[in-house]
């Protein structure tokens, strides 16, 4: 797992400006980062986080195939698409989706973030 200095010591997301829980409702499981030049594609990132955050092998996260949940070469042309006209995309900003019972956010500055939701105390036996 790596993790960056948006996250508590405990996991919890902080909001933008670090110093508030970003959802008290999601408790952070699992980051990563992707750089357009690695050898990895977004989709391989995408699949080694939520893995790491099931604390599984990449290869056992295929049900549902991620393309099923999302359109990363949507993701992949956005945020981190070729030059257009010659220009460079300068999108920003994220976007989340649910695979299983994670919560994902990708970044338009790479970090792809997984989450999951808090547990909920028990409630007392009404006894």
Same mark, same amino acid.
């Given at each position: 797992? *790596?993790?960056? %200095?948006?996250? *508590?010591?405990?996991?919890?997301?902080? !909001? @933008?400006?670090?110093?508030?829980?970003?959802? *008290?409702?999601? *408790?952070?499981?699992? @980051? +990563?980062?992707?750089?357009?030049?690695?050898?990895? $594609?977004?989709?391989?990132? &995408? &699949?080694? +986080? /939520? !893995?790491?955050?099931?604390?599984?092998?990449?290869?056992? /996260?295929? $049900?549902?195939?991620?393309?099923?949940?999302?359109? &990363? +070469? +949507?993701?992949? $042309?956005?945020?981190?698409?070729?030059?257009?006209?010659?220009?460079?995309?300068? =999108?920003?900003? =994220?976007?989340?989706?649910?695979? %299983? @019972?994670?919560?994902?956010?990708?970044? =338009?500055?790479?970090? /792809?973030?997984?989450?999951?939701?808090?547990?909920?105390?028990?409630?007392?036996?009404?006894?």
């Amino acid at each position: 797992m *790596t993790s960056s %200095n948006d996250h *508590t010591d405990d996991g919890t997301k902080l !909001a @933008q400006d670090g110093t508030e829980p970003d959802d *008290t409702d999601m *408790t952070f499981v699992a @980051q +990563a980062h992707y750089e357009r030049e690695s050898h990895r $594609d977004l989709t391989t990132e &995408i &699949i080694f +986080a /939520i !893995a790491d955050a099931a604390d599984v092998a990449p290869v056992d /996260i295929k $049900d549902p195939p991620l393309y099923e949940a999302v359109d &990363i +070469a +949507a993701i992949e $042309d956005g945020f981190f698409g070729p030059k257009v006209a010659g220009k460079t995309r300068d =999108s920003e900003g =994220s976007v989340t989706f649910r695979y %299983n @019972q994670y919560h994902v956010e990708v970044g =338009s500055d790479g970090w /792809i973030t997984v989450s999951e939701p808090a547990e909920y105390e028990d409630l007392p036996d009404p006894e």
